[in-house]
């Protein structure tokens, strides 16, 4: 909590002399129940929710925030918001959801804390979408240092032809005890983990000359440091790995490179910390008041399919998205297509196990599992994409995805027909093959859907309610139907 203690300290410790141009104080209260009746809540009621969601089949919380803005001359703005959360059948019962300051200088911004952070490095429609591939609004925010462009900033000289975005960080995971209590006996669990992303987009065309734009780039992130136990029968841990903490690790999570001596083997020949990220394309149309968008996330683990080094990229999602010009039935409509069944193949062999070191074949990424720090997951919620299943669904008690290789169809279509109602409809269909270390005994099916209705009238400023429906048929997470009532109240404060 001391952390939460210095952003709020720090709140007050604005400088005076500052020049105030604008400033101003919001609150936000909000109180969600889910109710459905299968061994886990139908999966889009769990998903893309920012961790404010829970894989039971009945759950509930209550959460209330406020935010501060503060502008000042020259360019300068001060954000910070704190925002509290409790809750049952969650992976906690209260905990911090945001507490956040973030310092801004014209596109510059240096974000402090826990934040559920948008407008990720590929834009998606967050209303629609299945999910990001690397990272995305699935599990609860990573506290961190986080510097970054948010929005796309001209190159000088190319006359807005070209812009760039990006950002750096760093931070932890804050998840240990979670994992501790979540992991089964003879069950692995890592804590003290340490965070790391880094991106870079560009953007080529200018759209108030050309109707065609192109994104490109590379988002990359990295768990680091940290320790591995092994839960045993008597309720006690062992420790397994103790990696290493030092200046080197964080010099080695931005530039991926080999462990030395004080990691475990596997380390040593390959990168040091679990390394994912992703390339990111799109190709943006607009013609008239249509827009049409093309997307591309391809997914990556280690070296493997970071470059073109078996000749083909085969996993990623793709996505195509149309928005309509403005009107009363339907705001946008949204198709993706996700694979990652192919893992760069089945086999991965990297020389110091056998008799052969100058052969090494880097395949069997088992995506989203690392055999030290068990999967990109937070609170059991994992941090890519949600069609493939994170740890919150293992009765186990282990921390680890198991169906990764997964094919899987989606689609989305929202409308706004006024200013107090919105309307959205999801739908997904996945086959699961498992992970090749662990097949599943056939390949499994997966149907989820979503109806949901928010209202927010005019005569009640600030509240809103929203209903959602969904219903979920299949053979690898089960049947269920549920329904989820959120209701919330926001408002500000005169200053």
Request: charged residues 15%.
């Amino acid at each position: 909590m001391n952390l939460y203690k210095t952003l709020l300290l720090s709140v007050l410790a604005v400088p005076v002399y500052a020049q105030q141009q604008e400033q101003s104080l919001s609150y936000r209260v909000e109180a969600s129940a889910t109710v459905s009746n299968g061994d886990y809540a139908p999966l889009w009621l769990t998903a893309n929710r920012y961790g404010m969601s829970s894989s039971d089949n009945k759950s509930a919380y209550l959460r209330a925030g406020i935010a501060w803005n503060r502008s000042f001359n020259h360019g300068w703005n001060i954000d910070a918001g704190l925002d509290l959360a409790g809750g049952k059948n969650l992976a906690s019962t209260f905990w911090v959801q945001q507490a956040y300051m973030d310092f801004s200088w014209r596109p510059l911004t240096l974000s402090i804390g826990s934040k559920e952070r948008s407008g990720f490095p590929l834009e998606k429609n967050e209303r629609l979408t299945s999910g990001w591939m690397v990272e995305g609004p699935n599990a609860r925010p990573i506290p961190q240092v986080r510097a970054e462009i948010k929005k796309y900033l001209n190159i000088p000289g190319t006359h807005g032809w070209m812009a760039f975005k990006g950002h750096l960080a760093y931070g932890m995971f804050m998840d240990g005890n979670w994992q501790e209590d979540f992991a089964g006996v003879n069950q692995s669990y890592a804590q003290k983990v340490l965070y790391h992303s880094k991106s870079l987009m560009f953007r080529l065309g200018n759209r108030e000359k050309f109707p065609l734009e192109f994104e490109f780039g590379l988002l990359m992130a990295t768990q680091f440091s940290g320790d591995q136990y092994k839960k045993l029968a008597d309720g006690s841990s062992q420790l397994i790995t103790d990696m290493p903490d030092g200046l080197s690790s964080f010099w080695k999570a931005f530039f991926p490179s080999a462990g030395g001596s004080d990691t475990p083997a596997g380390e040593q020949v390959n990168v040091e910390g679990n390394m994912l990220g992703s390339w990111n394309f799109a190709l943006n149309y607009y013609c008239g008041d249509w827009t049409i968008k093309a997307q591309l996330d391809h997914y990556f683990e280690d070296h493997s399919q970071m470059f073109w080094e078996y000749g083909r990229w085969k996993d990623g999602q793709l996505g195509i998205e149309v928005t309509p010009p403005k009107n009363n039935w339907i705001t946008s409509i949204l198709w993706e297509g996700l694979s990652t069944k192919d893992s760069s193949g089945p086999i991965l062999y990297d020389g110091f196990w056998g008799s052969f070191p100058d052969l090494q074949m880097s395949g069997g990424d088992s995506y989203y599992t690392n055999y030290i720090y068990q999967a990109w997951q937070h609170y059991g919620m994992g941090i890519g994409n949600p069609l493939l299943p994170g740890p919150a669904y293992n009765n186990d008690g282990s921390i680890t995805f198991k169906s990764n290789r997964v094919k899987a169809q989606h689609i989305g279509i929202c409308g706004d027909p006024s200013e107090e109602w919105s309307w959205r409809l999801l739908a997904s269909y996945a086959k699961h093959w498992g992970t090749y270390v662990a097949p599943l005994d056939k390949v499994r099916k997966q149907f989820n859907s979503l109806a949901e209705v928010t209202y927010k009238p005019n005569w009640a400023q600030g509240w809103a309610v929203s209903a959602a429906a969904a219903m979920d048929r299949g053979n690898y997470t089960g049947n269920s139907t549920g329904v989820m009532i959120t209701l919330s109240k926001t408002g500000g404060f005169g200053l």
